[in-house]
């Protein structure tokens, strides 16, 4: 927001606050945007994107407007302060459909995990059971 004020979207909804009472004791981390996609991959998710901020201004309307007229209902795993300040800087706004398929949506934490869980079973789990059946 400018100063020492942030905007966030929590289960409480849209709240703004002075960075010291968000940050609660915890270290402030830095999200990068504009990362090369070899930064992207290597890095852990949640730490950096390719997607480039919009200036300053456009990012704090963005975050003023949501905190008047909200930013529908949090989801932990669909919708939720990671999808909000994606959209706040790069005006970026992953939407979700009803049918619950594929991972647009989701968390980039969580769609890591899911990202995780078919490699492992798709490539992995092959060669384990492979090895364990040659003599």
Do not use: W
Request: charged share 25%; hydrophobic share 40%; proline share 1%.
């Amino acid at each position: 927001m400018g100063g020492d004020r942030v905007v966030h979207f929590t289960r409480d909804g849209m709240l703004s606050s002075s960075l010291e009472d968000f940050l609660d004791g915890t270290k402030l981390r830095r999200y990068r945007y504009d990362s090369k996609p070899a930064s992207v991959i290597i890095k852990l998710r949640g730490t950096c994107t390719t997607a480039v901020s919009d200036d300053e201004d456009t990012v704090i309307h963005r975050a003023n407007y949501l905190l008047e007229n909200g930013f529908g209902r949090y989801n932990l795993l669909k919708k939720n302060c990671e999808n909000f300040a994606t959209y706040c800087k790069t005006g970026l706004l992953v939407v979700k459909d009803d049918d619950n398929e594929g991972m647009a949506g989701l968390s980039a934490q969580v769609a890591s995990v899911q990202c995780k869980v078919v490699v492992i079973t798709t490539f992995a789990v092959p060669f384990i059971i492979m090895g364990a059946v040659e003599v």
